[in-house]
């Protein structure tokens, strides 16, 4: 008896004699970079390093393209969005010691977004792995060490036959559900010496699938079927998955209405009747909620942003669909399914039955005008002008990347994406600096349609050095810097807390005359001009950079009431 998996492929004729006589002059970064591009990379993002070279002279010798920035926690961030946008494992070419570390806050939110990052790092030599200390330049005692905690798995080389499966391993465990960051750590002796080993000519690693059990989504359609007051929250789990199109036809099946939350934008219509958008920190949203009798949760783990800061306390059954393990029921008692968010959305429509309440529509629009009328009370009339301008400058497939600050808060909750996968932030960590070297990543992507970054001058200063990649690579981001002078949240924060804010005060640049030191065209514009100044900036080929002086409010919190 023969099984698929005893079957073995026999070399051909032209196989056998490229190994046989593999061309001269290769090393170990040649491994690298042909196992990447065996896997159907085409693109590299990074920064080089002593130890590292091996790697990027090997680039020279490849089809890959290479995109390098300026700091590596920036080259991460564009690592990510390209990961985000194409649904590929994003290569990001590090070196030893600091250059590795300074990725980390980058790799945290690609781990918190499930990101598919694919950093590969050089090490010291290989007599120095092991924790002791000779002194090489960059050493760690344990440098993978710094790593674990953060991104899905760890694989370190050792010798050059390694590098292929450990490259493919990583490749695999980075798009398997959830997806998220992986590291690669290789010594600078084995990527620079010369390789007898042969061209690396293909690669395997296709991610494992993560199905739902049967007997869990039966039951679940069961609940769902005969639910009296269904709800649904979409999380980023259902963006990631590519499972928007399949949550819609659950929704309407089940007639029942639909939130995202700040990571799952797009992943449900924002007009459709069904829609509460995205108002999660907002009281009548969560009593809204709380009040459903089955709640459907998919692609969530309804931490802090997704609870109204955990004050939400459901009263009906929920179902938890979520590929993260470690999430399932870690903030609520559910009927939890360990799932890709996608295949456990066809699952359930495979099963559940029809519901033929139209109530949800009505409630809907009830919920929405109770929001609306808490916003309106609050005379935030800059803040909801500007979200508008943005949405009506900005071409309905373009990608947008917002920071943190005070106008991606309030994008959070009350902007419209405007299609599935197009509105990102650096919400899963929170971490600044995300928006702009985000956006150069998603631009290589897909230089099609022109793509938006919007900072506030605190974060604009920690990916600043950028605008040299921008321009250098002509990408076609335009980056929206409101400039309120400090980190305006905190400032906001502290004030309310203690009467006074301490740190927040900055001393900055004139941003439009820093763009132009650069090569890219700046403008300073108003709360008036600001929708014909971006769509301007926009509608042209290249960077931009376009600065709003404003100092802006957030909406009044609900969670401390």
């Given at each position: 008896?023969?099984?698929?998996?005893?079957?073995?492929?026999?070399p051909?004729?032209?196989q056998?004699?490229?190994?046989?006589?593999?061309?001269?002059?290769?090393?170990?970064?040649?491994?690298?970079?042909?196992?990447?591009?065996?896997?159907?990379?085409?693109t590299?993002?990074?920064?080089?390093?002593?130890?590292?070279?091996?790697?990027?002279?090997?680039?020279?010798?490849?089809?890959?393209?290479?995109?390098?920035?300026?700091?590596?926690?920036?080259a991460?961030?564009?690592?990510?969005a390209?990961?985000?946008?194409?649904?590929?494992?994003?290569?990001?070419?590090?070196?030893?010691?600091?250059?590795?570390?300074?990725?980390?806050?980058?790799?945290?939110?690609?781990?918190?977004a499930?990101?598919?990052v694919?950093?590969?790092?050089?090490?010291?030599?290989?007599?120095?792995?092991?924790?002791?200390?000779?002194?090489?330049?960059?050493?760690?005692?344990?440098?993978?060490?710094?790593?674990?905690?953060?991104?899905?798995?760890?694989?370190t080389?050792?010798?050059?036959?390694?590098?292929?499966?450990?490259?493919?391993?990583?490749?695999?465990?980075?798009?398997?559900?959830?997806?998220?960051?992986?590291?690669?750590?290789?010594?600078?002796?084995?990527?620079?010496?010369?390789?007898?080993?042969?061209?690396?000519?293909?690669?395997?690693?296709?991610?494992?699938?993560?199905?739902?059990?049967?007997?869990?989504?039966?039951?679940?359609?069961?609940?769902?079927?005969?639910?009296?007051?269904?709800?649904?929250?979409?999380?980023?789990?259902?963006?990631?998955?590519?499972?928007a199109?399949?949550?819609?036809?659950?929704?309407?099946?089940?007639r029942?209405?639909?939130?995202?939350?700040?990571?799952?934008?797009?992943?449900?219509?924002?007009?459709?009747?069904?829609?509460?958008?995205?108002?999660?920190?907002?009281?009548?949203?969560?009593?809204?909620?709380?009040d459903?009798?089955?709640?459907?949760?998919?692609?969530?783990?309804?931490?802090?942003?997704?609870?109204?800061?955990?004050?939400?306390?459901p009263?009906?059954?929920?179902?938890?669909?979520?590929?993260?393990?470690?999430?399932?029921?870690?903030?609520?008692?559910?009927?939890?399914?360990?799932?890709?968010?996608?295949?456990?959305?066809?699952?359930?429509?495979?099963?559940?039955?029809e519901?033929?309440?139209?109530?949800?529509?009505?409630?809907?629009?009830?919920?929405?005008?109770?929001?609306e009328?808490?916003?309106a009370?609050?005379?935030?009339?800059?803040?909801?002008?500007?979200?508008?301008?943005?949405?009506?400058?900005?071409?309905?497939?373009?990608?947008?990347?917002?920071?943190?600050?005070?106008?991606?808060?309030?994008?959070?909750?009350?902007?419209?994406?405007?299609?599935?996968?197009?509105?990102?932030?650096?919400?899963?960590?929170?971490?600044?600096?995300?928006?702009f070297?985000?956006?150069?990543?998603?631009?290589?992507?897909?230089?099609?349609?022109?793509?938006?970054?919007?900072?506030?001058?605190?974060?604009?200063?920690?990916?600043?050095?950028?605008?040299?990649?921008a321009?250098?690579?002509?990408?076609?981001?335009?980056?929206?810097?409101?400039?309120d002078?400090?980190?305006?949240?905190?400032?906001?924060?502290?004030?309310?807390?203690?009467?006074?804010?301490?740190?927040t005060?900055?001393?900055?640049?004139?941003?439009?005359?820093?763009?132009?030191?650069?090569?890219?065209?700046?403008?300073?514009?108003?709360?008036?001009?600001?929708?014909?100044?971006?769509?301007?900036?926009?509608?042209?080929a290249?960077?931009?950079?376009?600065?709003?002086?404003?100092?802006?409010?957030?909406f009044?919190?609900?969670?401390?009431?």
């Amino acid at each position: 008896m023969t099984h698929d998996h005893d079957l073995v492929l026999k070399p051909t004729a032209a196989q056998t004699e490229a190994a046989l006589n593999p061309p001269p002059g290769r090393n170990g970064g040649d491994l690298v970079v042909e196992t990447l591009a065996g896997l159907g990379t085409t693109t590299v993002f990074g920064l080089p390093g002593q130890h590292a070279l091996g790697m990027f002279d090997a680039l020279r010798r490849s089809d890959l393209r290479y995109i390098g920035l300026r700091v590596e926690n920036n080259a991460g961030f564009a690592a990510d969005a390209y990961g985000r946008v194409t649904g590929e494992a994003a290569p990001l070419l590090l070196s030893t010691g600091p250059g590795a570390l300074t990725s980390l806050a980058a790799l945290q939110e690609a781990a918190a977004a499930s990101a598919p990052v694919l950093a590969i790092s050089s090490q010291v030599p290989t007599a120095g792995l092991g924790g002791g200390r000779h002194g090489y330049l960059h050493e760690l005692p344990d440098q993978q060490a710094s790593f674990r905690g953060v991104v899905k798995s760890v694989h370190t080389v050792r010798t050059q036959s390694q590098i292929p499966s450990a490259i493919e391993a990583a490749w695999k465990s980075a798009l398997t559900a959830p997806h998220g960051p992986v590291w690669v750590e290789i010594p600078q002796d084995v990527l620079l010496a010369e390789t007898p080993i042969p061209v690396v000519t293909g690669g395997d690693a296709f991610p494992d699938e993560l199905p739902p059990r049967p007997e869990l989504t039966a039951l679940a359609a069961h609940l769902l079927s005969n639910a009296e007051r269904p709800a649904i929250i979409a999380g980023g789990g259902v963006v990631r998955a590519d499972g928007a199109g399949k949550l819609r036809a659950l929704a309407e099946r089940l007639r029942a209405p639909v939130v995202t939350t700040y990571g799952g934008k797009g992943a449900f219509p924002w007009t459709h009747p069904l829609s509460l958008q995205s108002w999660m920190e907002d009281r009548h949203m969560t009593d809204f909620l709380e009040d459903a009798d089955v709640l459907l949760v998919v692609g969530s783990g309804l931490g802090e942003l997704s609870s109204n800061y955990h004050t939400f306390k459901p009263r009906g059954r929920v179902i938890q669909v979520e590929a993260d393990l470690g999430k399932l029921e870690s903030n609520h008692p559910a009927l939890g399914i360990h799932a890709d968010a996608r295949l456990a959305l066809q699952a359930l429509l495979e099963t559940v039955g029809e519901r033929e309440d139209e109530s949800g529509v009505e409630r809907v629009r009830g919920v929405l005008d109770r929001v609306e009328d808490r916003i309106a009370s609050q005379e935030l009339t800059l803040e909801q002008g500007l979200l508008r301008s943005i949405r009506a400058a900005l071409p309905p497939r373009s990608l947008s990347f917002w920071d943190m600050t005070i106008l991606s808060y309030w994008a959070w909750a009350g902007f419209d994406p405007r299609g599935t996968n197009t509105m990102h932030s650096a919400q899963g960590a929170g971490g600044l600096g995300y928006a702009f070297p985000a956006a150069l990543g998603a631009a290589v992507a897909d230089p099609t349609y022109p793509v938006l970054a919007v900072s506030g001058d605190g974060g604009a200063l920690y990916g600043i050095a950028e605008l040299a990649t921008a321009r250098q690579y002509d990408l076609n981001v335009t980056w929206l810097i409101v400039d309120d002078g400090g980190y305006g949240i905190l400032r906001e924060y502290m004030t309310d807390a203690f009467g006074e804010a301490t740190g927040t005060e900055l001393a900055r640049p004139d941003y439009v005359a820093l763009a132009e030191s650069f090569g890219v065209p700046g403008v300073r514009t108003s709360a008036e001009t600001l929708e014909t100044d971006l769509a301007k900036a926009l509608g042209e080929a290249g960077p931009s950079v376009v600065v709003l002086p404003a100092v802006l409010r957030m909406f009044a919190a609900t969670h401390l009431e």
